[in-house]
């Protein structure tokens, strides 16, 4: 769904950066990987830094020049932490996925980063359309390449709506409480505060009303139920021996 955004890296100089930059982006399902003149690639730290998106790195493809890199590139955005003498249209990595994640017909949009140290220089960002930016700490801007790129690319990913499925544990395998059973719980809640004397009848109703606030906060399923029922009737019977 994102494979029309190209990621472009202008000479890079440590290898392990681009293995970083290949695996932040296979979080956040994107695979094209383009660079321009890398001082050493292919590289084992790349590899290493990598982390299992070998596949982004095998399918990278090198380019002697950036105007080569994004010569079939309709949109380019130059990431930036500068500000440029002469005003240029800007755009945020939020605007950016906003932008022209959804946009019909798809078009190939380059997102070009600059060198670990230096960025990019004016004549490259002259190439871009516009610049990208990452709003963070007025006075300390400087992110890693693979940062930068990680942010991105996430916002690129939230925008496109895709969704990562995750389970923990056995959340959801139990049905939620019906109104009768919750209504049963708190009748039985309140004859157990009283049978143990923490109730007192001029009381009971406000502090029954925010234990109800709370469990209704916390939406119980059916087995978290029926222990705090146990719970209920261990106390009940523990009092009245």
């Known amino acids: 769904m994102l494979s029309h955004f190209k990621v472009v890296l ?7 950066n681009i293995g970083a930059v290949a695996r932040a982006m296979k979080n956040m399902q994107m695979d094209q990987l383009r ?6 690639f292919p590289h084992a730290d790349a590899t290493a830094r990598a982390s299992g998106a070998d596949d982004v ?25 500068r500000d440029r003498t002469i005003s240029w249209p800007s755009l945020t990595a939020r605007q950016t996925a906003e932008k022209w994640v959804g946009a019909l017909p798809k078009q190939n949009i380059a997102l070009v980063f600059g060198r670990e140290n230096s960025g990019l220089k004016n004549h490259e960002l002259d ?20 940062a930068a790129v990680q942010v991105v690319c996430y916002e690129l990913f939230v925008a496109s709506g895709q969704e990562m499925v995750s389970k923990v544990g056995d959340m ?11 209504e049963a719980f708190y009748t039985h809640l ?16 406000s502090i029954m009303r925010r ?16 222990i705090l029922r146990g719970i209920l009737r261990f106390s009940q019977n523990h009092n009245a021996e």
Do not use: W
């Open 190 to 205: 309140q004859q157990t505060m009283a049978d143990i004397g923490f109730l007192h009848p001029e009381r009971s109703k």
């Open 57 to 81: 790195l095998r399918a990278a493809t090198v380019f002697d020049s950036l105007p080569d890199a994004i010569a079939d590139c309709r949109i380019v955005l130059g990431s930036s932490a």
């Open 172 to 182: 959801g395998e139990e049905p939620l409480a019906t109104a009768e059973q919750m």
């Open 211 to 226: 234990l109800r606030r709370i469990f209704n906060r916390t939406q119980l399923d059916t087995k978290e139920l029926d």
């Open 35 to 40: 660079l321009v003149s890398p001082k050493s």
């Open 127 to 146: 190439l871009c359309h516009y610049l990208l930016r990452i709003p963070c700490n007025a006075e300390y801007s400087s992110l890693n390449l693979a």
């Open 10 to 16: 202008v000479e890079t100089s440590h290898p392990g």
